[in-house]
């Protein structure tokens, strides 16, 4: 992406008329890529606008059928061949970097199958080589960009599972990783409402993925049908913070068409080729944060967030910093998302616990923030009248007794 393309770009996500998705599609991946973080901040853009960029989640331009015949038979393991019975040329989904067939084997399984839609790797990355020699000229100008909403840290994250995206075989590695921790847990802290696909690693590549077919819709296709109880986001809630806070190593990339709630009422987690790994000073720091936040302790709360700064700042940064956090969470717990959204509310939480109290969220806290911004994105698009950070509470107790999570820092 060139500057004057990045420009256009920008214009097109800023302006306040809907953007041309199409012309950000044909940009390139890079340019997808970064229109579906800007999809997750309504504190920057407008709901609409934010509801607009998050149909590139799921809404992404198909390759013709010649085109995908000619991938196969490029690139798919000669097993493929002979264990596919019947393909379908209609494409069941696309998404900027593949797209899914549905297929049935010789067994008379049903199965989904994923390829690769073009060489992506290549440009991608000297797009983004390219976009990281202008932002580091910005940071010269701005410094405390580097800490506050680093956009090298957020390209760095968004190169770092875009490329993993780019090789099918991370995904099977990592749904077996997710499966084992929730094996793992089943104990103490059991998910049975949790389901990964099943993977064919003899049928598959790092540019031909086979797995099962999952009966089912998408939580995108639950917000657009209005269909999508509050129950069943407070326990992908739930079963995704378990993941984040208590065990620091979670899906990456959990958008709405990512999930799909199969037809037993159960979370089906895909794409699971970006899985993330948080520091434990972080995920514990943030845990401890919003349980004491969902309680109304809001002081300790603020506390939590200092334990993310190398050294306790002085007496005079602290009062500068609690005096800063009143007047953002000011009436907070009394007020639904529809109100006041969580994700604008983190983004200057961020910017206080930074400039005010020296924290250091680091390039490793913006997937959790990311995770969050979801969660967030997906009440607001259903549930707008909800008091999200109080609802919280009971999960965030349950992390602290099934998971032991509160021990490690003290607030």
């Known amino acids: 992406m060139r500057l004057f393309t990045f420009s256009r770009f920008m214009y097109?996500?800023?302006?306040?008329?809907?953007?041309?998705?199409?012309?950000?599609?044909?940009?390139?991946?890079?340019?997808?890529?970064?229109?579906?973080?800007?999809?997750?901040?309504?504190?920057?853009?407008?709901?609409?606008?934010?509801?607009?960029?998050q149909t590139l989640y799921g809404q992404a331009s198909t390759i013709p059928s010649e085109d995908v015949h000619s991938i196969l038979k490029q690139k798919a393991p000669v097993e493929f061949h002979e264990s596919i019975e019947?393909?379908?040329?209609?494409?069941?989904?696309?998404?900027?970097?593949?797209?899914?067939?549905?297929?049935?084997?010789?067994?008379?399984?049903?199965?989904?199958?994923?390829?690769?839609?073009?060489?992506?790797?290549?440009?991608?990355?000297?797009?983004?080589?390219?976009?990281?020699?202008?932002?580091?000229?910005?940071?010269?100008?701005?410094?405390k960009l580097r800490k506050v909403g680093n956009p090298i840290a957020l390209l760095n994250h968004v190169e770092d599972y875009t490329l993993r995206e780019l090789d099918l075989n991370n995904e099977i590695k990592g749904g077996n990783r997710l499966k084992q921790i929730q094996l793992d847990l089943s104990e103490d802290f059991p998910m049975p409402r949790?389901?990964?696909?099943?993977?064919?690693?003899?049928?598959?590549?790092?540019?031909?993925?086979?797995?099962?077919?999952?009966?089912?819709?998408?939580?995108?296709?639950?917000?657009?049908?209005?269909?999508?109880?509050?129950?069943?986001?407070?326990?992908?809630?739930?079963i995704h913070g378990a993941y984040m806070f208590g065990v620091g190593t979670f899906h990456g990339d959990l958008h709405p068409g990512n999930c799909i709630i199969n037809k037993e009422g159960n979370f089906v987690f895909i794409d699971n080729g970006a899985i993330c790994d948080a520091p434990r000073n972080i995920s514990i720091s943030l845990f401890n944060f919003f349980e004491n936040l969902s309680n109304n302790n809001k002081d300790y709360a603020y506390e939590a967030l200092l334990n993310l700064a190398d050294n306790r700042p002085t007496d005079k940064k602290i009062e500068k910093f609690k005096k800063n956090m009143e007047s953002i969470y000011d009436g907070f717990e009394d007020r639904s998302v529809g109100q006041q959204s969580l994700t604008e509310v983190m983004m200057k939480t961020v910017r206080a616990a930074v400039e005010d109290a020296g924290a250091d969220f680091g390039e490793e806290a913006f997937p959790i923030i990311r995770s969050l911004m979801y969660m967030d994105g997906l009440v607001i698009r259903t549930h707008p009248d909800v008091k999200l950070i109080l609802e919280m509470g009971p999960s965030l107790d349950e992390f602290r007794e099934g998971l032991g999570l509160g021990k490690e820092v003290i607030v």
């Not at 040329?89 to 696309?94: G, I, N, R, T, V």
């Not at 060489?119 to 020699?133: G, I, L, P, Q, Y």
């Not at 790092?206 to 999952?214: A, N, Q």
């Open 86 to 143: 019947w393909f379908d040329e209609e494409p069941l989904a696309a998404a900027s970097v593949g797209q899914v067939h549905r297929a049935r084997l010789n067994t008379g399984e049903e199965v989904v199958v994923k390829i690769i839609k073009a060489n992506h790797k290549s440009k991608f990355k000297k797009d983004v080589h390219r976009m990281k020699r202008w932002l580091k000229i910005l940071i010269l100008f701005s410094p």
């Open 12 to 53: 097109q996500i800023l302006r306040k008329r809907p953007a041309n998705l199409k012309w950000i599609q044909n940009q390139g991946l890079l340019a997808v890529k970064l229109s579906q973080i800007f999809a997750l901040r309504p504190d920057l853009l407008s709901i609409e606008k934010c509801k607009q960029l």
């Open 194 to 238: 949790l389901q990964f696909p099943k993977y064919w690693d003899n049928l598959s590549n790092e540019d031909v993925l086979v797995s099962e077919f999952i009966d089912g819709k998408t939580l995108e296709e639950g917000i657009r049908s209005q269909s999508l109880e509050w129950d069943y986001l407070i326990e992908l809630f739930r």
